[in-house]
């Protein structure tokens, strides 16, 4: 609902400020007054295109304003949050939104959402949660085939809403299977060249058949055997030095010599005893390290150009696959991934039968989910059809017949149905779409009566018309007036009219003044109560705000607005 919108410097709006809140808001003013600028700026407000003609002559920009009240959690919350804005909670579950538009001279625009910057796109996304706008011309929604299948939708309460959905998922899932259906099709010469090229790559490597760390283990064992002689002669020197085989003296003799010397002499001071221990577990350490060089130079004996030789050829084979694949870790690992994706691949003939029945099976219950949502629809199109010809008997259109055809389509998201509103407006005449043979105030009342219908099953937050009352007059205005006041028994209506008829039904009467001082035009709005209504009502009348006649005739429709039982 909204809650009040403020507009500076709109078209001749210098500054104004609409309470409108709950029930049915009449907004009235002479013409030229800028009562067209209030629907402009809720326009602007939902995302509406700018048009810099709309600034105020003289002013370097427009402000428009809304406060919203909106549930504290749902679809219109979520989108605010998405787009970085805040609502401000207000008790009982509900809370208060600002959105705001700004529109320069130079024809820029800027919108907020919930206190933050936002694309308008944003509020166009709000906007289908928020608000319905109604009016002649390009704001009539009932124009759109789209609209009008819609406007059946909703009238058509939970059966429709539950087969739809049940198709909405039928139609996602047969266009899923048959997307990677017709992929695989399309890809099946490629994606044998690709097992193909898969399945020598995985030839080669399960010939080599790398191991983690192989590579650097081999550069180890290669720079080993290259220099095999320099490392036979330190190991044998190193060896002759500690423990000589001949009778060269060596590290093993002399030490054992010294620790002979200190035992001899252990009997006259202890000490030495402890210095000839130390020397026998030096001892003991020579001789296994000469012992390690003896079995090092034995391998080295065992190892020839053979090895290496070996060992080189190895490096080369491994250097092929990592030169191919990257890295010897990226080939071990391509082995295991590519094992996968060649079992994938040369599953092909079976995965294409296994969709296709898939994908039969889906467009079976495709089939049985779109019968079931047009047999929805049908019935809920002569429901409507009756009742909004049967409310059309009442808006100056008494002769008037509504149709609302089903008939095979295209296939969507949506279904496969074409829904067209049709209208015969008196005896005799051929039923037409509404959206080519409907005048402005016919298309005007056909919309209003097919929002009350609607409304008994599926009403939304705000109504606004901007004249729905055109081209009717005396006893079909008052009719229309009951029935905006009717919609507002269950959401909040907001009608731009010219007839006191209609705004007598309102409960709250906004008027748009327009002053002048000579050679600046300004409007401004105002709240109307007691007498300043009925002189508005009796302007409404007769154009005359004073005169006795055209305010008895006001108090007349006034009484009758408030205390007649709307229906």
Same mark, same amino acid.
């Given at each position: 609902?909204?809650?009040?919108?403020?507009?500076?410097?709109?078209?001749?709006?210098?500054?104004?400020?609409?309470?409108?809140?709950?029930?049915?808001?009449?907004?009235?003013?002479?013409?030229?007054?800028?009562?067209?600028?209030?629907?402009?700026?809720?326009?602007?407000?939902?995302?509406?295109?700018?048009?810099?003609?709309?600034?105020?002559?003289?002013?370097?920009?427009?402000?428009?304003?809304?406060?919203?009240?909106?549930?504290?959690?749902?679809?219109?919350?979520?989108?605010?949050?998405?787009?970085?804005?805040?609502?401000?909670?207000?008790?009982?579950?509900?809370?208060?939104?600002?959105?705001?538009?700004?529109?320069?001279?130079?024809?820029?625009?800027?919108?907020?959402?919930?206190?933050?910057?936002?694309?308008?796109?944003?509020?166009?996304?709000?906007?289908?949660?928020?608000?319905?706008?109604?009016?002649?011309?390009?704001?009539?929604?009932?124009?759109?085939?789209?609209?009008?299948?819609?406007?059946?939708?909703?009238?058509?309460?939970?059966?429709?809403?539950?087969?739809?959905?049940?198709?909405?998922?039928?139609?996602?899932?047969?266009? /899923? #299977?048959?997307?990677?259906?017709?992929? $695989?099709?399309?890809?099946? =010469?490629? &994606?044998?060249?690709? !097992? @193909? %090229? +898969?399945?020598?790559?995985?030839?080669?490597?399960?010939?080599?058949?790398?191991?983690?760390?192989?590579?650097?283990?081999?550069?180890?064992?290669?720079?080993?055997?290259?220099?095999?002689?320099?490392?036979?002669?330190?190991?044998?020197?190193?060896?002759?030095?500690?423990?000589?085989?001949?009778?060269?003296?060596?590290?093993?003799?002399?030490?054992?010599?010294?620790?002979?010397?200190?035992?001899?002499?252990?009997?006259?001071?202890?000490?030495?005893?402890?210095?000839?221990?130390?020397?026998?577990?030096?001892?003991?350490?020579?001789?296994?390290?000469?012992?390690?060089?003896?079995?090092?130079?034995?391998?080295?004996?065992?190892?020839?150009?053979?090895?290496?030789?070996?060992?080189?050829?190895?490096?080369?084979?491994?250097? /092929? #696959?990592?030169?191919?694949?990257?890295? $010897?870790?990226?080939?071990? =690992?391509? &082995?295991?991934?590519? !094992? @996968? %994706? +060649?079992?994938?691949?040369?599953?092909?003939?079976?995965?294409?039968?296994?969709?296709?029945?898939?994908?039969?099976?889906?467009?079976?219950?495709?089939?049985?989910?779109?019968?079931?949502?047009?047999?929805?629809?049908?019935?809920?199109?002569?429901?409507?059809?009756?009742?909004?010809?049967?409310?059309?008997?009442?808006?100056?259109?008494?002769?008037?017949?509504?149709?609302?055809?089903?008939?095979?389509?295209?296939?969507?998201?949506?279904?496969?149905?074409?829904?067209?509103?049709?209208?015969?407006?008196?005896?005799?005449?051929?039923?037409?779409?509404?959206?080519?043979?409907?005048?402005?105030?016919?298309?005007?009342?056909?919309?209003?009566?097919?929002?009350?219908?609607?409304?008994?099953?599926?009403?939304?937050?705000?109504?606004?018309?901007?004249?729905?009352?055109?081209?009717?007059?005396?006893?079909? =205005?008052?009719?229309?007036?009951?029935?905006?006041?009717?919609?507002?028994?269950?959401?909040?209506?907001?009608?731009?009219?010219?007839?006191?008829?209609?705004?007598?039904?309102?409960?709250?009467?906004?008027?748009?003044?327009?002053?002048?001082?000579?050679?600046?035009?300004?409007?401004?709005?105002?709240?109307?109560?007691?007498?300043?209504?009925?002189?508005?009502?009796?302007?409404?009348?007769?154009?005359?705000?004073?005169?006795?006649?055209?305010?008895?005739?006001?108090?007349?429709?006034?009484?009758?607005?408030?205390?007649?039982?709307?229906?």
């Amino acid at each position: 609902m909204i809650e009040q919108v403020t507009l500076r410097d709109l078209g001749v709006i210098a500054e104004a400020s609409l309470p409108l809140g709950p029930g049915f808001t009449a907004v009235t003013g002479e013409t030229g007054a800028g009562k067209t600028m209030v629907v402009t700026g809720l326009g602007l407000l939902l995302g509406a295109r700018a048009d810099a003609a709309a600034v105020r002559a003289g002013a370097d920009q427009a402000v428009v304003e809304g406060v919203w009240i909106v549930p504290e959690t749902g679809a219109v919350a979520d989108r605010v949050a998405e787009a970085g804005g805040e609502i401000e909670p207000i008790g009982g579950g509900r809370a208060e939104l600002y959105l705001g538009r700004t529109l320069t001279a130079e024809g820029r625009s800027r919108a907020s959402v919930g206190g933050r910057t936002a694309p308008a796109g944003v509020l166009a996304d709000l906007a289908d949660q928020l608000v319905v706008v109604h009016g002649q011309s390009d704001q009539l929604r009932l124009r759109s085939a789209a609209a009008q299948r819609d406007a059946l939708d909703r009238f058509g309460g939970p059966r429709i809403a539950t087969a739809l959905g049940a198709y909405r998922a039928a139609h996602a899932h047969a266009r /899923t #299977l048959a997307a990677e259906l017709d992929a $695989l099709t399309a890809q099946r =010469a490629e &994606r044998v060249d690709e !097992a @193909a %090229r +898969l399945r020598a790559v995985l030839a080669d490597i399960e010939q080599v058949d790398p191991q983690p760390g192989e590579d650097i283990e081999l550069a180890q064992r290669a720079d080993r055997l290259a220099n095999v002689e320099d490392l036979r002669l330190a190991a044998a020197t190193a060896h002759a030095a500690l423990s000589s085989d001949d009778d060269q003296p060596d590290v093993a003799g002399m030490l054992a010599e010294a620790r002979r010397a200190l035992e001899r002499a252990a009997g006259n001071d202890q000490a030495l005893a402890a210095q000839a221990s130390a020397l026998e577990e030096v001892g003991y350490r020579i001789a296994d390290i000469a012992g390690d060089l003896s079995a090092y130079l034995a391998d080295l004996d065992e190892s020839g150009p053979h090895e290496l030789a070996t060992v080189l050829d190895r490096r080369a084979a491994l250097n /092929t #696959l990592i030169r191919a694949h990257g890295t $010897l870790e990226e080939t071990i =690992a391509l &082995r295991e991934t590519g !094992a @996968a %994706r +060649l079992l994938e691949l040369d599953d092909d003939d079976d995965r294409i039968e296994r969709l296709t029945a898939d994908a039969e099976v889906a467009a079976s219950a495709l089939d049985d989910a779109a019968q079931a949502l047009t047999a929805a629809r049908v019935d809920a199109a002569g429901r409507l059809s009756a009742a909004v010809t049967d409310e059309l008997r009442a808006l100056a259109l008494p002769d008037a017949r509504v149709e609302v055809a089903v008939e095979p389509g295209a296939e969507s998201a949506a279904g496969r149905d074409d829904v067209a509103l049709l209208l015969a407006p008196h005896p005799g005449a051929a039923l037409r779409s509404v959206a080519k043979g409907a005048s402005g105030g016919e298309l005007s009342r056909v919309m209003l009566a097919i929002e009350v219908v609607i409304a008994g099953t599926d009403s939304v937050p705000t109504f606004v018309f901007d004249e729905v009352d055109a081209g009717i007059g005396g006893a079909a =205005a008052i009719e229309v007036g009951r029935r905006l006041a009717r919609l507002a028994e269950t959401s909040q209506v907001i009608a731009v009219t010219h007839l006191a008829q209609v705004a007598a039904f309102a409960n709250n009467h906004l008027s748009v003044v327009k002053s002048s001082d000579g050679s600046v035009t300004a409007s401004s709005v105002h709240a109307l109560h007691g007498a300043d209504r009925e002189a508005e009502m009796a302007r409404l009348l007769s154009g005359l705000s004073d005169s006795t006649a055209a305010l008895e005739h006001a108090r007349e429709l006034l009484s009758l607005g408030t205390s007649r039982l709307i229906g």
